[in-house]
């Protein structure tokens, strides 16, 4: 079932799509990280899970499967997209709650201008940005799991994405700009409540 729902899912917009119909893993009875499989399965996931199952079906038509961490600080989540290039240029594939931390069509020039387009959308309630790095680009063709069909939690996948090279993104010392009411009430929208 999994093989002939990622070859259906052809192009970035279409695993886009197909994302954005699974509801959204709220890990109401503990954590998880389903492999593509179990996402099919429970028809739900998160970002890391969703990147997962996007990274899967990208490599189904020939793309390296690859994923993107956005590191935040201990006070905000992480969040997790998958890449692809096409004509030269980046984009992500990407599973949230937010409406701000989705899909990015593939107009980067490159991973850090892509990595930037989330800068400004991750802030705290009180307007505090949190976006601290960003990895290289993880190519998980390279992990000697079976990360597409695991019936077990990949937690090992998050330990080796989190333990990856990251670039910061803000100079020590420098102080930034809270995110205004405006910002802030735009960042509240979200597709589903907890």
Not at 43 to 65: I, N, Q, S, V, Y
Request: a positive charge; aromatic letters at 8%; charged letters at 30%.
């Amino acid at each position: 079932m999994l093989e002939q729902t990622l070859k259906k899912l052809n192009t970035p917009e279409k695993i886009q799509d197909f994302l954005n119909t699974l509801k959204f893993n709220f890990e109401r009875n503990g954590e998880t990280c389903m492999s593509p499989k179990r996402v099919l399965e429970n028809k739900t996931a998160h970002c890391f899970e969703g990147a997962l199952f996007a990274a899967a079906a990208l490599e189904a038509h020939g793309r390296k499967p690859l994923l993107l961490d956005l590191k935040a600080s201990s006070r905000d989540d992480d969040h997790v997209v998958a890449l692809f290039k096409i004509k030269g240029r980046w984009g992500a594939v990407s599973k949230t709650n937010h409406a701000v931390l989705r899909y990015r069509e593939p107009v980067y020039a490159s991973v850090r201008e892509l990595a930037m387009s989330y800068f400004h959308e991750y802030f705290l309630p009180d307007g505090t940005k949190t976006l601290k790095s960003f990895s290289k680009p993880f190519d998980l063709s390279k992990q000697k799991i079976d990360w597409k069909i695991s019936n077990k939690n990949l937690f090992v996948l998050t330990r080796a994405l989190d333990k990856s090279p990251h670039t910061q993104i803000v100079p020590k010392g420098l102080k930034l700009r809270k995110a205004d009411r405006i910002e802030i009430k735009a960042g509240e929208i979200v597709e589903s409540k907890a």
